[in-house]
């Protein structure tokens, strides 16, 4: 698996520079609101060529990847802290609205949350880290019987990305949102 990662990782200093320029540009354009994330328009936009993109960034996934380390450290520490609330069901739901709402805002947090293949070493073992903190609150909630036993990190995660692309085919303003997430809780409680 390539690493399109760290700065430290033994790039040339023009290339940890022209690195940081297509983050930014690529940051500037989903600011703007256009999160296609075409890589020949960064590189144009970035002043570099379209090869430096892609040695870089072997597709737009990998770009995603890149640009949205940080909101995965925050998943990752928000399902640490549901994994110890003293109620298991009650931080369940508070990281399924957590990432919910963040998938919402951002609709490349919820392609790489649905994705089994990632190119970024980082995002591997922050997915690791999230299904590791996810496991352990799934288990507390297993063992206080709120929860059904066949369901796992990587299902609560495919099943969250189905509630965001059902929501964002229609309205989904605070209502909706938790209407389809009282559905999900409810389908993931032990048969009766």
Not at 42 to 61: E, S
Not at 131 to 146: E, F
Request: hydrophobic share 45%.
């Amino acid at each position: 698996m390539r690493s399109t990662g760290e700065q430290g990782s033994g790039l040339r200093a023009d290339a940890v520079r022209n690195r940081a320029r297509v983050l930014q540009v690529a940051r500037e354009q989903v600011a703007a609101g256009d999160d296609s994330l075409q890589l020949n328009a960064i590189a144009r936009l970035a002043g570099v060529g379209v090869g430096t993109v892609y040695r870089h960034f072997p597709n737009r996934h990998a770009l995603w990847e890149a640009l949205l380390v940080e909101r995965f450290r925050e998943l990752v520490e928000e399902a640490r802290a549901a994994a110890a609330d003293e109620d298991p069901l009650a931080g369940l739901q508070r990281l399924l609205r957590f990432t919910l709402a963040r998938a919402l805002e951002d609709s490349g947090f919820a392609a790489v949350l649905e994705s089994a293949a990632d190119t970024d070493a980082r995002t591997v073992e922050l997915k690791r880290e999230l299904d590791g903190a996810t496991a352990q609150l799934l288990d507390r909630a297993r063992l206080a019987g709120a929860i059904r036993r066949d369901v796992g990190p990587g299902d609560v995660r495919r099943l969250l990305c189905g509630v965001e692309h059902a929501l964002r085919s229609g309205e989904h303003g605070p209502e909706r949102t938790e209407v389809y997430l009282g559905v999900l809780v409810e389908g993931l409680r032990p048969p009766r």
